[in-house]
């Protein structure tokens, strides 16, 4: 890998005119200063494209709309797609990242070349950016793959290098809700996972985003599951159903909340199996 790597930081906007001004002025503040901007919205009906008009001259930042509300994943390939960067990481359009996330993440990737993703810690913030919290850490252990390991911490700041992404299928356009693990699981089958000990990025939390909807939190575990299922089929391992079964009960440390709504959907994947409905919806998705 080359000295200077161009970083592209990907932002999938829907309705975050509040907000984003805040993460695209936090890549401004990056020690490290060899990026680019990619901002994709998916048709924002708030005032989105106003808030970062200022920003469409310069050079290093791409601003594009999809001709039609198309949903997280379909606009998270894009960002991916029209990114020139060698590394490439997400930045939510309501978060924001610690000055010194790009020069850590770009030396991490340097010194660990067959690694395919490398993530990091990050606060959890109320609406005002004020920490509350700070994300899990997990290593994972020898003999075990991100996805085999079966403890999906969501880490939301992940990078990635272009190459190795280029050799997977891409992320699902079809894919509405826990789109990062369809990437996760992809950038999984070709190279290692890293996660560092380290708090770079900050994760706000507030009303609207999808940690306070119900509707959208149930519908990320629906995909959750599919995701498990279909990066067992990929990779031709046995035993895909069980183990998103399993999945559903195992994280002892989420909220109570979560762990009821996984307890809650347990009866609903041994069905599945049987019946064979996760494959049914995944492919009709993609008609």
Known sequence: METTLLFSVLIANYNNGKYIRSAINSVFAQTYTNWEIIVVDDCSTDNSLQAIEQYKDYNNIKIVQN???????????RCVELAGGELCGFLDADDELFPNALEIMVEAHKQHPQCSLIGSRSYKCNSRLQPYGVTKYKMIPPGYSYLTYGYYINHHYATFKKELYDKTEGISSNVTHAVDQDLYFKLDE????????????????HHGG???????FSKALL??????Y???KRRGIQGGEQHAARVIIAHPYKSWKYRFGHFCLTPAVFLIKQMNIIRFCFFAKNK
Do not use: P
């Not at 001709?67 to 390939?77: F, I």
């Open 210 to 216: 999808i940690s306070n909807n119900s509707d959208s």
């Open 190 to 205: 070709v190279g290692q996972v890293l996660f560092l000990d380290k708090i770079l990025y900050k994760y706000r939390v």
């Open 223 to 228: 995909w959750h599951i599919i995701l498990i």
């Open 230 to 232: 279909e990066a067992y």
């Open 67 to 77: 001709e039609e509300n198309k949903g997280c994943g379909y606009t998270k390939r």
